[in-house]
């Protein structure tokens, strides 16, 4: 009786993980350049400063600040300013000044609005199909008090933007030049949805009592999901699929593609590029195998 009831934990164990909450999408904009092409580094007026200047254009999106798969396009609109070593040329750039410091935060880069009502950052063709109980949340910051309230959050699953995570937002502790976290976002599977942060322009006094614009950051975009069994079938259409042996994975039926390696709490533990065979040296347990839109679940 009781080897049977150990087996049936284990049983269950077994699915708890297998159904565990996995990273679809993260976003945490690493750090900034170290320099800017004829421009001298510094921070004094004239020199470029890599805490502050950089250009969204000229930031480069590494793999190590992203979970993604290929098909995601990031979308800026910002006006404008003067270009100059010490000026990142427009009002939304890539800053490392303020790093984020909530729990879990990923530090360094973040995603700097400064003041205006076209400065607006759209990520588009997401897919979340095969997964459920998806949610939204991201880190934010504001240098007044009131700040962190002026952000807006939308998202199109076709059809056309409408506003998300409003109530959310509302709850948030109104302190400036604080970090704090937007969290329970509920997200609909979609083969190809879009996200879109934006800041508004008060030209008028607005409720700190100044009508100085708000100045926001945002940090660690992610979508998580609980991964359905259509998700993370061993064989598909390509007769693409996934061998796990000992040590060893044999990748079979794949053309094209990274090979992306996640634990079940969605960390990402390997990668690499397209092999038939890789040895990732990972410690025994559940992962999931992604390459390109293939996933699969593999027990080391």
Request: charged share 15%; net charge neutral; aromatic share 10%.
């Amino acid at each position: 009786m009781k080897k049977t009831t150990f087996l049936f934990l284990g049983i269950t164990l077994l699915s708890v993980g297998i159904r565990a909450q996995t990273t679809i999408f993260l976003e945490t904009f690493g750090t900034t350049k170290t320099s800017r092409d004829g421009c001298v580094s510094g921070t004094t007026t004239g020199l470029y400063d890599a805490t502050k200047c950089e250009s969204y254009a000229d930031h480069d999106w590494s793999a190590d600040s992203h979970v993604w798969n290929s098909g995601i396009v990031y979308t800026p609109v910002s006006t404008a300013t003067t270009v100059s070593c010490d000026d990142a040329g427009t009002t939304l750039n890539v800053r490392t000044n303020n790093p984020s410091t909530y729990t879990g935060a990923s530090g360094n880069g973040n995603l700097y609005f400064n003041a205006d009502l076209t400065n607006s950052f759209t990520i588009s063709g997401i897919n979340t199909l095969n997964y459920d109980n998806i949610n939204l949340s991201f880190g934010i910051y504001g240098k007044k008090k009131y700040d962190v309230t002026y952000i807006k959050v939308q998202c199109n699953y076709g059809s056309g933007f409408t506003d998300i995570a409003t109530t959310q937002i509302a709850g948030l502790t109104t302190t400036k030049t604080t970090w704090l976290t937007v969290s329970n976002v509920s997200v609909l599977a979609n083969s190809n949805f879009s996200i879109r942060f934006s800041t508004p322009n008060y030209n008028t006094l607005d409720v700190s009592g100044t009508n100085e614009l708000p100045e926001i950051r945002i940090d660690d975009i992610k979508i998580t999901g609980t991964a359905t069994t259509t998700s993370v079938n061993s064989l598909n259409s390509e007769n693409r699929k996934v061998v796990a042996s000992n040590a060893t994975i044999t990748l079979v039926g794949f053309t094209t593609g990274n090979v992306e390696i996640y634990n079940t709490q969605g960390k990402k533990v390997f990668a690499s590029e397209l092999k038939e065979t890789i040895q990732p040296q990972l410690a025994k347990g559940l992962y999931i195998v992604r390459v390109g839109d293939f996933r699969q679940k593999i027990s080391l």
